[in-house]
């Protein structure tokens, strides 16, 4: 595993205690800002994960594609899928 995909597991791991967090506040009935809050901050994680994997993907699927001449098109498309995805929010 290279270094994005251990940084965006980590992420992911840190969001899901979040989340638990979030549903303890929720069934203790906690301030609804404290829970908004929380839930914004997780988020950002899931957005830093995203990238983190977006960026491995670069670097390694797309490079690979690219220097092996492996329908590099189609990786170009994957991602103007992901992107048109992450701009229609």
Same mark, same amino acid.
């Not at 251990?6 to 979030?22: H, N, V």
């Given at each position: 595993?290279? %270094? ?5 597991? +980590?992420? @992911? ?8 967090? /979030? *549903?303890?506040?929720?069934? #203790? %009935?906690?301030?609804? !800002? #404290? *829970? &908004? $809050? +929380? *839930? /914004?901050? &997780? +988020?950002? !994680?899931?957005?830093?994960? $995203?990238?983190? *994997?977006?960026?491995?993907?670069? $670097?390694?699927?797309?490079? &690979?594609?690219?220097?092996?001449? #492996?329908?590099?098109?189609?990786? /170009?498309? %994957? !991602?103007?899928? /992901? @992107? $048109?995805?992450? !701009? #229609?929010?």
């Amino acid at each position: 595993m290279n %270094e994005e995909k251990k940084k965006a597991l +980590q992420c @992911l791991k840190t969001c899901k205690g979040q989340i638990e967090g /979030i *549903i303890r506040m929720i069934e #203790d %009935e906690r301030y609804c !800002i #404290d *829970i &908004s $809050n +929380q *839930i /914004i901050a &997780s +988020q950002a !994680i899931l957005k830093k994960a $995203n990238k983190l *994997i977006l960026k491995q993907h670069m $670097n390694h699927c797309v490079k &690979s594609a690219f220097l092996n001449n #492996d329908d590099p098109e189609e990786k /170009i498309e %994957e !991602i103007v899928e /992901i @992107l $048109n995805k992450l !701009i #229609d929010k």
